[in-house]
């Protein structure tokens, strides 16, 4: 009787078991497959690609020809360069306000925090009606270019990108225990050597994954290039993309080969480093 | 005599505080060393922009007055009229038709990316062979970039050599005959499915975080007293999961009402216009301030669209207050 029980209840998740596999296998299917199809349609012809024949995947001279009529490797340089420099500085300037604020009980910290915590509520936009206004007039009376510039674009995405940046630094630093640096300072370190050499390497994975999140979040920026970078000398892969539709309008093979190597970056650097930026990213979250 | 004497002492006592404050200032000289940068770099990017936006949206700035930036014309409200209840604007009608795709946008995204994004994670904390790669699998959405998202979901929409059409009615047969996706109220899947598609991943990895942390012997104990898997998830996982939805439900409406880069890039690659049903706040006032320049009335409607947010986020602290103070 009671074996009989047993072997139903068994039976009964071994079912279960199945039938998860089954959904997850879907939702696999279903999160693949727009990759899967970018990629398959970035090597067929235009031809085939209007006719719906999916036999020919063999015509990689698409990335040549991608490469060299729409001038990718431009908007790609673009897109590195800008991308890389504003992550250094970005993380550089979040950091130590991330450490402060975690650490320090100044007059005007709490306030410092909230102002932080309240820039992520304000939708980008807003900043940018005055930034572009204020930097044409820059322009005018100084004689000063800042609109499609490097130095332009990556001053503002430094500085958009510190808040959210300190907030989840602050949490890190506030996870490490203070007697750490108090102990450093008895043996003598001052309170800037004690942050270097104690603080910064506990805390390299957090650092790492908010310096990785920095980056996705710059490659992936829209809104202010489009404003900022219209040029080609100086414009991202997504105003490059812009830029150049007018001519490739119905060359959806050319236009997919361009989404996969704009992916590429990004797929290399996730999958290099999953473990250590997921672990970071969830940290913070789960600890708020 | 008596008043002298407590006048003093009110005197003595500001300027204890005073100098208590200079004190303070002087003991965290490091602590502000530290801060500066960022505080500068926000100050110039963030704070200045936000107040002369604020100012902006009061003054009459269009293509005629843009030379003269902050000196334009004062207006006081009319710009908000405008935006809102001048029925004969066409600014007003489709900042309306953005507004209404937008709050349908943004809630039906949460809310499957949050069921999505909890099956998913279920599905995966479970031990069964392939668990690393079904895990790395579903990732990989999150690593394409939101530009070319809309750049593919628009060429898989496509009305008749798109992809999905071709699967649903040349293929499958489950449609008589292939719909239109990116014209008429099916703009709204349109840009829904996508964003899902996108934002599903991060959702189910800070789930799957948080279904880690919860130890097994919950549920042992649970399936001893005999409940079922109903029961031990309403009892046991979503209570305790609660903080870390509510975050990212915070998280994700914020993102989702300022949403811009899909539904830019999906219709033309950026260069064409979403329609009625597909336009969404972002991309309205983006394309009204940068493409016919009427910069007094953006402003003015981004401070609507803000004033919005900032009330949602109200609701939210009060809807989540408890949980967040478990999760300190």
Not at chain 1, 33 to 57: E, H, R, Y
Not at chain 2, 293 to 310: E, N, P, R, S
């Amino acid at each position: 009787m009671k074996n009989n029980y047993m072997k139903n209840l068994k039976r009964k998740k071994k079912i279960q078991h199945i039938a998860a596999n089954i959904l997850l296998f879907i939702i696999v299917i279903f999160t693949i497959f727009p990759i899967v199809w970018m990629f398959i349609s970035s090597l067929m012809t235009q031809n085939n690609l209007a006719a719906g024949k999916i036999t020919d995947i063999t015509h990689w001279e698409n990335y040549i020809e991608m490469w060299n009529n729409i001038d990718f490797f431009k908007y790609f340089k673009n897109s590195l360069i800008v991308c890389s420099i504003t992550t250094i500085i970005a993380l550089i300037i979040a950091t130590f306000a991330g450490y402060s604020i975690a650490r320090f009980k100044f007059p005007g910290s709490g306030l410092f925090g909230t102002a932080v915590l309240s820039t992520q509520m304000i939708p980008g936009i807003m900043f940018l009606l005055p930034l572009y206004m204020m930097f044409i007039k820059i322009q005018r009376s100084l004689g000063i270019s800042i609109v499609n510039t490097y130095h332009g674009i990556i001053i503002t995405y430094s500085a958009f990108f510190i808040p959210f940046s300190i907030w989840i630094l602050r949490g890190f630093f506030a996870s490490i225990p203070k007697e750490l640096e108090e102990a450093a300072q008895i043996d003598g370190c001052s309170p800037f050597g004690a942050f270097m050499r104690i603080i910064l390497p506990l805390s390299s994975t957090g650092i790492i994954a908010t310096g990785i999140y920095i980056f996705l979040m710059a490659w992936d920026e829209l809104l202010f290039a489009w404003v900022l970078a219209t040029t080609p000398d100086v414009a991202t892969i997504p105003v490059g993309i812009r830029l150049y539709v007018g001519n490739y309008q119905n060359r959806y093979d050319l236009l997919m080969a361009a989404g996969v190597v704009s992916t590429i970056p990004i797929l290399i650097i996730f999958f290099t480093l999953q473990k250590k930026f997921i672990s970071g990213i969830t940290a913070g979250a789960v600890k708020g | 005599m008596k008043v002298e004497i407590s006048r003093e002492k009110v005197v003595s006592k500001k300027n204890k505080k005073t100098s208590r404050l200079i004190f303070e200032i002087r003991k965290n000289r490091f602590a502000y060393a530290l801060v500066l940068p960022a505080f500068i770099a926000m100050l110039i990017i963030h704070f200045i922009p936000m107040v002369q936006g604020i100012y902006m949206s009061f003054l009459k700035l269009n293509q005629f007055t843009l030379n003269q930036f902050l000196k334009a014309p004062f207006v006081g409200l009319q710009n908000y009229y405008t935006v809102l209840f001048d029925k004969s604007s066409t600014l007003r009608s489709g900042f309306m038709d953005a507004l209404r795709n937008t709050i349908i946008y943004a809630l039906s995204v949460n809310i499957l990316v949050l069921v999505i994004g909890m099956i998913s994670a279920l599905l995966v904390n479970r031990k069964f062979k392939f668990r690393g790669l079904a895990r790395t699998l579903l990732l990989t959405p999150w690593v394409v970039p939101s530009y070319v998202v809309g750049m593919l979901w628009g060429f898989m929409w496509q009305q008749d050599t798109g992809i999905i059409n071709r699967i649903l009615v040349d293929w499958l047969h489950i449609l008589p005959d292939k719909p239109f996706w990116l014209s008429g109220p099916n703009t709204l899947w349109a840009i829904i499915i996508p964003t899902v598609w996108r934002s599903t991943p991060f959702i189910m990895i800070m789930l799957l975080a948080g279904l880690q942390n919860i130890p097994e012997d919950y549920y042992e104990a649970a399936e001893i007293d005999g409940a079922s898997s109903v029961q031990k998830f309403r009892h046991i996982t979503l209570p305790l999961l609660r903080p870390i939805i509510a975050v990212n439900l915070l998280h994700g409406m914020i993102t989702h009402i300022y949403s811009f880069n899909i539904v830019a890039m999906m219709f033309g690659h950026g260069a064409g216009f979403p329609g009625k049903w597909g336009d969404l706040l972002m991309t309205n006032i983006n394309r009204n301030s940068f493409g016919i320049w009427q910069m007094g009335t953006g402003a003015a409607a981004t401070i609507v669209v803000m004033i919005i947010v900032l009330s949602i986020v109200g609701i939210w602290y009060r809807v989540f207050r408890e949980d967040l103070v478990v999760e300190e």
